[in-house]
T-cell receptor, first 113, second 116 residues
């Protein structure tokens, strides 16, 4: 059973527009959420995170929103740039439990010039 | 500074053979993680080492998989009697302290394992 779900395998947007990547989770014990970005032939790199005590975290062009009641989070990238084209993974962990991260399957974002 | 390195970058092996994958974490990082990514899947946790504590092996898919971490630094993931379903990219990550704050996990480039 997938505890972290990214239902859109791909997303294509125009440069300058907003990219919205979505993630749903099922485990109510998760209380820390992260987004990682992955280029081909490279390991994932950390992008932004949010604790369950917050509903929004912003870092430059990247904002993560958390809706605990809906068990849903989203990553907004605005404005989108061609260099943002990559696979984005949503991940979650449960504090006080294992330190392992549970990842979604990823969404491939393509930003067209 | 040097990041997490993994070797080999690619490994092709025949079904039934044993393979060893190596991870060199960032110097000074006490926590080390192994994940794998099968085709079309997300990253799947395998094992976690933190300092001198007993490793968390809860993600290892079978007893054919084992891992060691020598001297609190380099780690080796061993897969015995490889099967075709073991084909995946094996990723190693290290973290300064090892905790639920996953933003401190730094990933290596991975080893792509292909079992024929």
């Amino acid at each position: 059973d997938q505890q972290v779900k990214q239902n859109s395998p791909s997303l294509s947007v125009q440069e300058g527009r907003i990219s919205i990547l979505n993630c749903d989770y099922t485990n109510s014990m998760f209380d820390y959420f992260l987004w990682y970005k992955k280029y081909p032939a490279e390991g994932p790199t950390f992008l932004i995170s949010i604790s369950s005590i917050k509903d929004k975290n912003e870092d430059g062009r990247f904002t993560v929103f958390l809706n605990k009641s809906a068990k849903h989070l989203s990553l907004h990238i605005v404005p989108s740039q061609p260099g943002d084209s990559a696979v984005y993974f949503c991940a979650a962990s449960a504090m006080g439990g294992s330190e392992k991260l549970v990842f979604g399957k990823g969404t491939k974002l393509t930003v067209n010039p | 500074g040097a990041g997490v390195s993994q070797s080999p970058s690619n490994k092709v092996t025949e079904k039934g053979k044993d393979v060893e994958l190596r991870c060199d974490p960032i110097s000074g990082h006490t926590a080390l993680y192994w994940y794998r990514q099968s085709l079309g899947q997300g990253l799947e946790f395998l094992i976690y080492f933190q300092g001198n504590s007993a490793p968390d092996k809860s993600g290892l898919p079978s007893d054919r998989f084992s891992a060691e971490r020598t001297g609190g630094s380099v780690s080796t993931l061993t897969i015995q009697r490889t099967q075709q379903e073991d084909s995946a990219v094996y990723l190693c990550a290290s973290s300064p302290a090892g905790g639920p704050a996953g933003d401190t996990q730094y990933f290596g480039p991975g080893t792509r394992l292909t079992v024929l």
